[in-house]
């Protein structure tokens, strides 16, 4: 009676007697970290041959090793649960794929930590370019990068190290606050100060805005409330507590405002309907960002829409041209006319 023999698995002491080599330089090579171990590259070469040879589960380090290029493009991203980070990725996705990349993308939830974790996880990975979208640190990822010999752009917030495509933050909300004063002038015969609420006042994006808010409230000859810029954070439940805190002063609320994201805009829009603050006299909203569900709620709201196709174009022109000089692309985002 024949019993049947199951193959044995090589295994980096298999591959390590083959080479002549020890098996730790072995597990060096395939989890590449050879270089660090000063293996020659030709000892690499020839255990990476000898382990697709013998039929060894590569991973992705090893897998470089015979490739000039991985191929692999990563991308962090802060947010999934918002239109225009979610419209960033699948652009990306497919814009790498017709250029024969791999992506790889992850969510960093605007916290460092995690920024620099997913880095060095796709630094692991041997990607050949980062795209560091809303990274709170970038100068820290690209200099993680550079030491890999990693190239990076910035996409959404700029840094100083790398190329950078961002939103002219200035120009659109100069464009939508002048809209919202405009609308607040037609519908009750006078300008009067709006509310800024939502964003981090630390972060480059924020701080334009507020600088375009402040402009077009300049050239409308209205004076700006400081204790109406509320750059709370951009997270819902922040902008329903900024918006609460404010009406318990017992100032009177402005009749319009201009919101600094989608994201800002549910909490307002909870806090609005759930306060009754309003119930006679629904404020005019402007917000820096773009959802066609918006229209859905009825009330006049004048969006700015970033451009995100123009956007990831002039990153992969960036990646495509090896172009490294440290600028900044400003692209005019597009207002969306209301329903």
């Known amino acids: 009676m024949k019993r049947s023999m199951q193959t044995k698995r090589t295994t980096i002491y298999d591959l390590a007697e083959l080479a002549g080599t020890s098996a730790s330089a072995v597990s060096a090579v395939l989890n590449g970290n050879w270089k660090k171990r000063r293996i ?3 000892l690499a070469e020839k255990i990476t041959l000898l382990a697709e040879k013998q039929g060894y589960a590569l991973n992705m380090q090893a897998s470089v090793l015979r490739r000039e290029r991985s191929k692999i493009i990563g991308m962090i991203v802060p947010k999934y649960d918002n239109r225009y980070f979610g419209s ?24 460092p930590a995690l920024e620099v974790d997913a880095a060095r996880a796709m630094l692991s990975y041997q990607v050949d370019c980062l795209i560091a979208t809303g990274a709170t640190d970038p100068d820290r990822i690209v200099d993680l990068c550079s030491a890999a010999g990693v190239r990076t752009v910035n996409l959404d917030l700029p840094g100083s190290r790398a ?22 002038e037609k519908k009750f015969g006078e300008m009067t100060p709006l509310l800024f609420v939502g964003g981090r006042g630390s972060d480059h994006n924020t701080s334009e ?6 402009a077009a409230h300049a050239a409308a000859g209205v004076k700006v409330d ?3 810029i509320l750059t709370c954070g951009y997270a819902p439940e922040k902008s329903e507590q900024a918006m609460k805190q404010l009406a318990e002063t ?5 009749r319009g405002m201009f919101v600094n994201s989608t994201i800002s805009l549910e909490g307002v829009m909870r806090w609005l309907r759930g306060s009754g603050h309003y119930a006679d006299r629904i404020p005019l909203l402007g917000c820096f960002d773009w959802d066609p569900f918006v229209a859905m709620l009825g009330d006049h709201i004048e969006m700015v829409r970033q451009d995100v196709p123009t956007m990831l174009d002039a990153v992969f022109e960036i990646i495509d041209s090896g172009a490294s000089d440290v600028k900044t692309v400003h692209v005019p985002p ?6």
Do not use: H, K, W
Request: aromatic fraction near 6%; include cysteine.
């Open 40 to 42: 020659s590259s030709q």
């Open 209 to 214: 805005r507020v600088r375009g808010f402040r």
């Open 334 to 339: 597009i207002i969306v006319e209301p329903v």
């Open 88 to 111: 960033i990725v699948e652009r990306f996705e497919a814009m790498a794929r017709d250029r024969g990349l791999f992506p790889i993308v992850t969510c960093t939830r605007r916290d």
């Open 163 to 184: 190329p950078s495509v961002i939103s002219d933050n200035y120009g659109g909300a100069l464009e939508l606050t002048r809209r919202v004063l405009s609308n607040s």
């Open 250 to 254: 017992g100032e009177s609320l402005p």
């Open 226 to 228: 400081e204790r109406l």
